[in-house]
């Protein structure tokens, strides 16, 4: 059973940080490619960072400078560390693990960024 668990999200003012971390369990983590998504209230789901199996990290122009996805195979594990964090931020942060070519996802932390 492959199971996604995020943590480390909360509330926090402009300018802040914050920094999310996901566990994976139940998919061989080191060859999965691993993401970041979020979900702001009536808005499509999007990709906020990637990072690949052999480590190539992608970020879309939103996020790029202030977000820094990374894993630690070792650990099975993924981490969002946020920066200079705004109120357009403020989103449920999911968790996302590409492995045997299906996508699977946790059950999302939210992130509330106060201006």
């Known amino acids: 059973q492959v199971q996604l668990v995020e943590s480390g999200g909360g509330l926090v003012q402009a300018g802040g940080s914050l920094r999310l971390s996901c566990a994976a369990s139940g998919i061989i983590f080191s060859i999965s490619d691993m993401g970041w998504y979020r979900q702001a209230p009536g808005k499509q789901r999007e990709l906020v960072a990637a990072i690949t199996r052999g480590g190539s990290t992608n970020y879309p122009d939103s996020v790029k400078g202030r977000f820094t996805i990374s894993r630690d195979n070792a650990k099975k594990s993924v981490t969002l560390q946020m920066n200079s964090l705004k109120p357009e931020d403020t989103a449920v942060y999911y968790c996302?693990?590409?492995?045997?070519?299906?996508?699977?996802w946790g059950q999302g932390t939210q992130v509330t960024v106060s201006s």
């Open positions: 996302n693990a590409y492995y045997g070519r299906i996508n699977y």
